[in-house]
Structures are given as C-alpha cells and as structure tokens.
C-alpha cells in the first residue's frame, strides 16, 4: 500500500514538475505601429520572459513578419530603441478619490517624482488626474523641470473616477497635440495609469476606450492598486492587453516604484522594426501585422491591426513638384529678362546710357525723355545717387 501511495503520488506530481522543468515562456507584444509613412513601417515590440523582463538577446534573424496572407517580409531592419534618440512622452494618471486618501495617494506621488528623475534628455512627463475627464496638473515637463510644487499639492477629487472616460479624454488632447505640433506626429507617447480599477459609469466602455488607444497607437501601462478588493483590478489588465501595453499588479503600495522602475525598462528595451510593406496597396483601410520571434526551441506570435493610410501625394511625386516649380520660376524671371532684352531691340535702345539719370537710350535720340517728362523730384534723387556712387 505504502508503494502504491507513492507511485500515486509521483503521478500527480509529474506534470507540474515538467512544467517548472520548461524554459520560461516569452511575451510578445506589439505595442505601436507607425504607418503614416505607409508602405513604409516601424512597429515597437516588446518581448519579455514569465517574469516580464525584456529579452535583450534578439537579433534580426529571430524576427519574421508578415503582413495579412502575404509571405514574410524580406527586408527588416531591427534595432533597440535605446539606441536612437526618439523621445518617450510619458503621460501619467493619479487616482485620488476618497478611498485613495492617505497613504496610497502618498505613494503615487513619490513615485511619479522618483520616476521623473530618471527621464533622458528628450523625454518628457504629463500628469493627469482620473476624474469624469483628464484634469491636468503639468504637460510636457522635461527632466529637471518637473513641478515638484503641484505634484504634492494633490489632493482628493471629488469628482467620480471616470477611467475609460479620463483615457479617452487624454487621448483626444495627444491628437490635437500632435497636430498643433506640440509634440511631433511620430513621436511615442506612453499612458501609465496607477488605480484600483473602479470605473463610475463612463460613457466609453471598455472595448470602446481600447480601440480608440489602439486606433491612436498608445499603449497603456496599469499599475493595479489593490485598496479594498481584487475584483475590479481585471478591468486595467484588460485594457492594458487591448492597448499593447502591459499591466502589473500592485497589493502594496511599496512596490508602485520598483513596478515604475522595471515599466520603463521594458519600454525603452523594446524593439523597433522597420519595413516597406509589397504587395498591400493603400487604401484607407485595416490590415493585420503578425510578428513573430524564433529562439531555440521556443516560438511566439503577436497579432496588431494597422491602418493602411493613402496619402493624397506620394512622396516621390511631392520631390518631382518641387522641382518643377523650381524650374518654372527660373523659367519665368529668364523670360522676363529675354522679353525686355527683346522689346529694347525692337525700340532701337543700345548700351548707350544718359549722363545724368543713367537710363538705356536710342542712338537717334537728342535727348533724354526721362528725364525731361519724369518728376523733377525724382530726378534729383536719381542725380543725387549718382553723386554718392561717384
């Protein structure tokens, strides 16, 4: 019987001691693809272990991409986006309703400015509190400009905390940023929200505020404070997935810092890959990435939409303009001088110049008719630069 129980035993214990046996899995995200610039490409990839640190081994022959049923993509350049000097615009959102009084609101504003003190020269930070809609504190800061001032004059909201509704918000001012050319259009921009996951009746709904994110190429990174209960953290993991971002869970408020610390690691580790799409005309509409990374044994996939955006004039044709408008002013001033030269000819006006005001005249003429019907004040003028060249 004591064998039995053993063998039993050893049984039900195989499988999960050949699962902590298996390398760790990896995660594969596409948190942003770029395609202002379509048919050219640039998609920002994440891939992490279980553990949700960046794989910083990788090389171009770990990656395959492809674009709808098309084959892979041939040419791919991959690089670290630590290496460029693109910026990050990091765009935080503070809860602060009542049940966030005291200590966890503590928290978050020690670690909004813990983080700030690690931005690179080019980055930026925005704080936002979550309310019925985004209601700012400061935008754009960089580093060493932080209001350290308004950050610890935050205080409780009375108004309800809206998240899907504060999200959407924010994301329509980054659009009417961009296009106000506050920030450049292609630049990366990063929602990191710190909250319980309680949402009041927004008007956006989860599905909704996801693909707006999605729509607008912003990830949302959730730090999921746990306050009362666990139930509503779900909400900010979800909307993470939806948006490509990724979501930690926080039970304690000691640990929003080294979750802060460890988010903006994987977002500066990510990977830029960079094509030219064949075979998928513009046309306004969504089409699906799917990136895919080889190593060892192990394989993973990630799947984004995209829009396939039809520029009004291609890029090529936009140089050929410009250059012919060139041309065509060049043109118009040399017609302008072989007209003149033409119409003095014509005239019978030589090189021959008058004394006194200096004008081309006809070989024939006795006298100057400028200056003899021209206005008396401006001849003197005329003589007078005379004089002064002289």
Not at 188 to 196: A, E, H, P, Q, T
Not at 260 to 272: C, G, K, N, R, T
Request: glycine share 6%; hydrophobic share 40%; with cysteine.
């Amino acid at each position: 019987m004591k064998r039995k129980g053993l063998l039993l035993a050893f049984l039900l214990f195989l499988p999960f001691w050949l699962t902590a046996q298996e390398e760790p899995a990896q995660d594969l995200r596409i948190e942003h693809i770029d395609s202002l610039d379509y048919p050219r490409i640039k998609a920002y990839v994440s891939v992490e272990d279980d553990k949700g640190e960046p794989n910083l081994s990788l090389v171009k022959g770990n990656f395959t991409v492809k674009v709808d049923t098309q084959d892979p993509v041939e040419s791919l350049e991959v690089t670290q986006f630590k290496q460029g000097d693109e910026p990050v615009h990091y765009i935080f959102f503070l809860s602060a309703s009542g049940l966030m009084d005291g200590r966890p609101l503590a928290a978050q504003k020690k670690a909004l400015l813990d983080f700030s003190l690690d931005l690179r020269e080019n980055d930026t930070l925005s704080a936002y509190m979550v309310a019925e809609t985004a209601q700012e504190v400061f935008s754009y800061a960089r580093v060493g400009a932080i209001p350290e001032e308004a950050v610890q004059e935050i205080g409780v909201v009375e108004d309800q905390a809206k998240i899907f509704d504060t999200i959407v918000s924010a994301v329509r001012r980054v659009e009417k940023d961009r296009m106000e050319e506050v920030i450049g259009k292609e630049d990366r921009v990063v929602f990191i929200l710190m909250s319980d996951g309680r949402d009041s009746e927004s008007r956006f709904s989860l599905e909704q505020t996801g693909k707006i994110m999605g729509d607008s190429g912003i990830p949302l990174y959730a730090i999921g404070l746990k306050v009362l209960s666990e139930l509503s953290l779900s909400v900010l993991d979800e909307l993470a997935v939806l948006s490509g971002g990724f979501y930690y869970y926080t039970p304690y408020t000691d640990l929003i810092s080294p979750h802060l610390e460890a988010m903006a690691h994987q977002i500066l580790m990510s990977y830029v890959i960079s094509f030219k799409v064949k075979g998928v005309q513009a046309d306004d509409e969504y089409h699906q990435l799917m990136v895919q990374v080889d190593e060892k044994e192990l394989s993973v996939q990630a799947f984004r939409n995209f829009l396939a955006y039809k520029a009004p004039f291609p890029r090529w044709l936009k140089i050929v303009l410009f250059i012919l408008g060139i041309l065509l002013i060049i043109g118009l001033v040399l017609l302008i001088i072989f007209t003149r030269i033409k119409l003095r000819k014509k005239l019978g006006i030589s090189k021959r110049r008058c004394p006194d005001c200096g004008r081309r005249m006809r070989d024939d003429w006795e006298f100057c008719p400028f200056c003899r019907y021209l206005d008396p004040e401006k001849n003197r003028r005329l003589r007078r630069k005379k004089k002064e060249s002289a």
